[in-house]
């Protein structure tokens, strides 16, 4: 059974930080791209970052790079999404994607809700 369990997420004041992780399991993480996309209230899901399979690439939206760190643990199966400096406008629910390297699967996570605000 294909499952990707996000955590982490709550309220947090702007110019904080904080750890999103996902946890999959049910494939074979080490040989999937994992993407974090966000949707912001009233808006469309975007992509915020996305790192390859063994952790060597990574790339980032230009709103958040310089300020989230994409990383993997794949004896863990995690990927985590480390967001500093947070700002109102990164108020969104966030979703963990795990995309095959050499196959179409594409799994979702169920999404954990980060709100930026004092």
């Known amino acids: 059974q294909v499952q990707l369990v996000e955590s982490g997420g709550g309220l947090v004041q702007p110019g904080r930080s904080l750890r999103l992780s996902c946890t999959i399991s049910?494939?074979?993480?080490?040989?999937?791209?994992m993407r974090w996309y966000r949707q912001p209230p009233g808006k469309e899901r975007e992509l915020v970052a996305e790192?390859?399979?063994?952790?060597?690439?990574?790339n980032y939206a230009g709103s958040v790079k310089g300020r989230f760190t994409i990383s993997r643990e794949n004896a863990k199966n995690t990927v985590y999404l480390r967001m500093y400096n947070l700002r109102p406008e990164d108020t969104a629910v966030y979703y963990c994607n795990a995309r095959g390297a050499w196959t179409n699967n594409d799994f979702w996570g169920q999404g954990t809700h980060v709100t930026v605000s004092s």
């Open positions: 790192i390859s399979t063994t952790g060597d690439s990574t």
């Open positions: 049910g494939f074979a993480f080490s040989t999937y791209v």
